[in-house]
Every structure is written in structure tokens, then in C-alpha cells.
């Protein structure tokens, strides 16, 4: 199993609805759609990061969109900003190139992602330790879903989403999710906030 193949499973266990991408990111979309999750295609990386954004605000489901590195990635920032504004919980994966030759020119599309998105996203990752994949993404899915919503960005090297594993042994930090994030909310559930509007407790019947 590769890395790419570890965070797609992760996706599946944390139930992203879609993914929205354009050419480029491949092991990351093709471990996305081998998992089972639906992946759309488009010309454009900013069209479909706008088209993620309407997903997830129409549906409730978490969605991804996806760009490769350079000038892919830099067509999705207007749809991270107006997810931004939105609040929307918008997953952002891009590629970028490997780790190996990240201070030469040798890959000229090699971009430093996190600079960019600083302040447009909840939180981001450039993800350069392979183990640490499953963690990262467990991370990403706690960010989305807890507190206050907004875009989190992950980058993959090369090195990340071709690294191979044998069992879960292999990876750093690799639990089941109900011990890394809590299901409670901050507010009060539906049921208790129709009771209130009716002047009475949950639970008792008057």
C-alpha cells in the first residue's frame, strides 16, 4: 500500500463525500477513486474548487478538490478564499514535486504552497515525514470538523504518495478515529434547541 493509498482510505473512514480535481495529483485521485469515493473531473482547478465549495454548502458532505503543483495549485486560491469567507470546511490536496530537490530548480514547478494559503485556510501541512500521512490526514478530518470551519490544505511530495507500507506497524501514530477527535459538539443538539422554542426541558412531558 502506498502513502497516497493510506490517505485515501483515511478519506473513506472519515466519509468524504467527493472529489473535485483536474489532471495531475494522480496518485492521490487514483488511490481516491479505488477507495470508492467519487471523484469529478474539470479543465480548470479553480472552477473546481468552486464547484467543492457548492458541494459541501449544498449537501452537508465533506468534499476535496485537487491540483497539482505550480500553476495548478495557484489556480485554486480564489476558491480557497471564498471557501475562506464561507467558512466552508473545504480539504485542499495538491502534489509538489519531491523533497529531494526542493532547494534546486531542477523541478520548476515546485512552489513553497503553505506561504500562499497562510491565512486563507484553517490550517495546512506540507506532509515531508511518509509515515506521518494517516496522522496528518487524521489531523486534516479534525480540523474540518470541529470548532470554527474553514479550508485546510495539504501538500504531498513525491516522496510522501509513492512510499510503500506492509501493515499499519509502519505508520506514526496510526489510531482509530474515535480516540483522536470527539463527536461532541459545541452547541446544543436540534432535538433540545425545538424543546426550548416550545418552553419546556427536553424529556419532559408536560
Request: charged share 20%; glycine share 10%; with cysteine.
Amino acid at each position: 500500500m502506498m502513502g497516497a493509498d493510506v490517505f485515501a482510505k483515511a478519506c473513506v473512514e472519515e466519509g468524504l463525500g467527493a472529489l473535485f480535481a483536474c489532471p495531475g495529483n494522480y496518485y492521490i485521485i487514483h488511490a481516491m477513486a479505488n477507495q470508492g469515493i467519487r471523484v469529478f473531473s474539470g479543465r480548470h482547478e479553480g472552477s473546481m474548487a468552486h464547484a467543492a465549495d457548492g458541494f459541501i454548502r449544498v449537501s452537508g458532505e465533506l468534499a476535496a478538490c485537487s491540483g497539482t503543483e505550480g500553476p495548478g495549485f495557484t489556480n485554486m486560491i480564489t476558491g480557497i478564499a471564498t471557501a475562506s469567507k464561507a467558512r466552508t470546511p473545504l480539504l485542499v490536496l495538491a502534489s509538489n514535486k519531491s523533497i529531494l530537490h526542493e532547494d534546486t530548480e531542477i523541478e520548476d514547478q515546485q512552489l513553497n504552497q503553505q506561504p500562499i494559503t497562510e491565512g486563507l485556510t484553517k490550517w495546512g501541512m506540507r506532509i515531508i515525514t511518509p509515515s506521518r500521512v494517516y496522522e496528518y490526514a487524521c489531523d486534516a478530518f479534525r480540523r474540518l470538523k470541529t470548532g470554527i470551519t474553514g479550508p485546510v490544505h495539504l501538500d504531498f511530495p513525491n516522496e510522501v504518495v509513492k512510499a510503500q507500507f506492509k501493515d499499519p506497524g509502519d505508520l506514526a501514530q496510526y489510531v482509530d478515529k474515535s480516540k483522536y477527535r470527539t463527536e461532541s459538539k459545541s452547541g446544543p443538539d436540534a432535538a433540545s434547541v425545538r424543546a426550548a422554542a416550545r418552553g419546556r426541558r427536553p424529556g419532559r412531558a408536560w
